[in-house]
């Protein structure tokens, strides 16, 4: 129990971190505020883990998996990272309908490139040194009991690592779509070992999240959260719903791929896939055309 207390202070030191960095120090340090605190988070959290001489048994790489898999895990990432760019603006439209803002993340500026470099780029890697290399392997020696795998209590494992990584968005809209892809990149990982291909769909989410800073001019400030902000808030759960059809065959195909395994699909699996995609693009289509 006191083992898991100390991960859990570690884990409000690095919230403290990256919210000291990323907004009470962000006009002081500017476009290096966000690459800053994930490097000194990282400090923070190795250092606390170290002290408690709590140990990284499980490694994850940044290999690359055998083509299969790479495969499985892009196709899953896809229907994944389709889902939680949705489910953000629709969470960040309704948290704006209802009156309430919740964003500690602060303006940034700078030209484009750098931009790209230290509030993308760099922070995502960190950002996923951080989450999969550091705390994920913890999280699966701390809350998981000895006598039973990683795959008999992977989804309590998910919910823990995909809770912890939203709340790094410091955005109450954006902490939702961070959970539904903390989920599948969590997955993934633990069914790879290796946090390549989740490191680079991470990053594309993060470059569609911040994408509207690369249509800006240079010098001209950016705020975190306007990404799809002009949408109707009708259209955008239609487009959830076709995103939700496009992405269900998605995961599903990609998880075949993923397992060791792999049984041939029968035709009511096949049959119950088509009927779920239908509805959901039927549904989808139907909200979006009323909404206009």
């Known amino acids: 129990m006191k083992t898991k207390i100390y991960f859990l202070c570690t884990w409000v030191a690095v919230i403290a971190t990256l919210i000291l960095f990323e907004h009470f120090l962000s006009e002081q340090l500017g476009i290096w505020a966000t690459s800053l605190a994930h490097v000194i988070a990282l400090i923070v959290a190795i250092t606390m883990f170290a002290m408690a001489k709590i140990k990284n048994k499980t490694k994850f790489t940044l290999e690359l998996v055998p083509r299969r898999e790479t495969i499985g895990s892009s196709i899953v990432l896809s229907g994944g990272l389709l889902i939680a760019m949705f489910v953000r603006l629709l969470m960040q439209n309704l948290v704006a309908l209802i009156g309430l803002d919740f964003v500690l993340i602060s303006h940034h500026t700078g030209d484009q490139i750098t931009f790209v470099v230290l509030a993308i780029l760099l922070p995502t890697i960190f950002a996923e040194i951080l989450h999969r290399g550091i705390f994920l392997p913890r999280i699966i020696q701390l809350f998981t009991k000895s006598n039973e795998s990683i795959n008999e209590q992977k989804t309590h494992i998910l919910l823990i690592s995909a809770a912890l990584f939203a709340v790094t968005a410091l955005d109450l809209a954006g902490m939702f779509g961070l959970f539904i892809l903390g989920l599948f990149i969590t997955w993934v990982v633990l069914r790879t070992n290796s946090m390549l291909v989740p490191l680079i769909f991470h990053i594309i989410y993060n470059a569609l999240v911040r994408g509207e800073a690369l249509l800006l001019a240079a010098e001209e400030p950016w705020l975190i959260g306007n990404f799809g902000a002009a949408m109707d808030i009708w259209?955008?759960?239609?487009?959830?719903?076709?995103?939700?059809?496009?992405?269900?065959?998605?995961?599903?195909?990609?998880?075949?791929?993923?397992?060791?395994?792999?049984?041939?699909?029968?035709?009511?699996?096949?049959?119950?896939?088509?009927?779920?995609?239908?509805?959901?693009?039927?549904?989808?289509?139907?909200?979006?055309?009323?909404?206009?």
């Open 235 to 292: 259209q955008i759960v239609g487009f959830a719903f076709i995103a939700l059809g496009v992405a269900t065959p998605s995961i599903y195909f990609g998880a075949r791929l993923l397992d060791e395994q792999e049984k041939r699909s029968s035709n009511s699996e096949i049959f119950s896939l088509v009927l779920v995609t239908l509805i959901l693009m039927l549904i989808g289509v139907s909200v979006t055309f009323f909404a206009r």
